[in-house]
């Protein structure tokens, strides 16, 4: 089974701080991407990626930027977390021109900016 | 462009009752139809697709889900729920041809099974 894994399930950070979210899928996928999720909102695509070193913005990149140095790892990128940003992050991924397949999600990062 | 509308935010139901979660979408172009579930402080599991072929897909868990074109519609039901099937549900859509195209997903609907 394809595993994405995302690095930390719950966080607290200080308004201000840069944050780190790490996410890693084991299964050579080419896609990947980061969702916020809220209650009343479903999820939104913050920014995500068709293959190394490759970005795309997505409905909500404001405040935020990614990083793919390796096809295996996305970085989801606070460069100065604020109180607005508190939310669940998902990551996922999936194969790379096959629509069929499903995107693959991580357990999600529970992240509070205090 | 693509949107997914799901009618329903929350669906209260008792046990062995059964049940059915709503979702329309808009699209100028042939879409694929997906629905996830999301069980508390998890990621998303895919339940099932609908890719081409029999309008009828059956999922995990006992679901299935009917893709009905001229309505734009692709309602999931389950016979008989489950304590265990409380969970937040999401419909997706996808365009099919040409470039790459993301999943669009509807705003969710919670399912809550009581006693």
């Known amino acids: 089974d394809v595993k994405v894994t995302q690095s930390s399930r719950y966080l607290v950070k200080r308004t201000g701080e840069k944050v780190f979210l790490e996410c890693v899928q084991d299964?050579?996928?080419?896609?990947m991407f980061w969702y916020r999720q809220d209650p009343g909102l479903g999820l939104r695509l913050i920014y995500f990626s068709y293959d190394v070193k490759m970005k795309e913005k997505g409905d909500i990149p404001e405040g935020y930027s990614v990083s793919r140095e390796k096809k295996e790892r996305f970085s989801l990128i606070l460069e100065s977390a604020s109180t607005n940003q508190t939310s669940m992050y998902l990551c996922?991924?999936?194969?790379?021109?096959?629509?069929?397949?499903?995107?693959?999600f991580g357990s999600g990062t529970r992240l509070t900016v205090v | 462009a693509q949107s997914v509308t799901q009618l329903d935010s929350q669906v209260p139901v008792f046990e062995e009752a059964p049940v059915e979660l709503r979702c329309n979408y808009s699209s100028s172009v042939s879409v694929y139809l997906f629905w996830y579930v999301q069980y508390p402080n998890q990621g998303l599991q895919l339940l099932l697709k609908?890719?081409?072929?029999?309008?009828l897909v059956k999922g995990i868990n006992g679901f299935e889900a009917e893709f009905n074109k001229s309505q734009t519609s692709f309602h999931l039901r389950k016979p008989s729920v489950h304590i265990s099937d409380t969970a937040e549900y999401f419909c997706a859509v996808r365009a099919y041809g040409g470039s790459q195209g993301n999943l669009i997903f509807g705003k969710g609907t919670k399912l809550s099974v009581k006693p």
């Open positions: 996922a991924s999936s194969q790379g021109q096959g629509v069929s397949y499903g995107y693959t």
């Open positions: 609908y890719l081409s072929g029999s309008t």
């Open positions: 299964m050579d996928h080419e896609n």
